[in-house]
Nanobody
Framework: VQLVESGGGLVQPGGSLRLSCAASGFTFSSSDMNWYRQAPGKERELVAVIRSSGSGSTYYADSVKGRFTISRDNAKNTVYLQMNSLKPEDTAVYYC????????WGQGTQVTVSS
């Protein structure tokens, strides 16, 4: 299993970023995919979930609801996190995550929201 995140960077408050996570080594379309984040000095927290293509339902943490959108492209084995109206408190390393008999993580991508 391999998860490779991209798309992080420095953005001003109110700006947008789209994160991508390219997945391989498992049946992507049958797997629920998760985005987590970890800010300095804080525990890693669940940000968003998208269920497998069977339902495609989503979950968002209250802190990002209405601003972030998770989506997936099963043809590309990729999950996305569109982040709008970014706030300084969104600054964190963002990780892609999947459970396939065991838990797997990507290497993370840094998102910094600052003026």
């Amino acid at each position: 299993v391999q998860l490779v995140e991209s798309g992080g960077g420095l953005v001003q408050p109110g700006g947008s970023l789209r994160l991508s996570c390219a997945a391989s080594g498992f049946t992507f379309s049958s797997s629920d995919m998760n985005w987590y984040r970890q800010a300095p000095g804080k525990e890693r927290e669940l940000v968003a979930v998208i269920r497998s293509s069977g339902s495609g339902s989503t979950y968002y943490a209250d802190s990002v609801k209405g601003r972030f959108t998770i989506s997936r492209d099963n043809a590309k084995n990729t999950v996305y996190l569109q982040m709008n109206s970014l706030k300084p408190e969104d600054t964190a390393v963002y990780y892609c995550n999947v459970w396939v008999f065991s838990q797997y993580w990507g290497q993370g991508t840094q998102v910094t929201v600052s003026s």
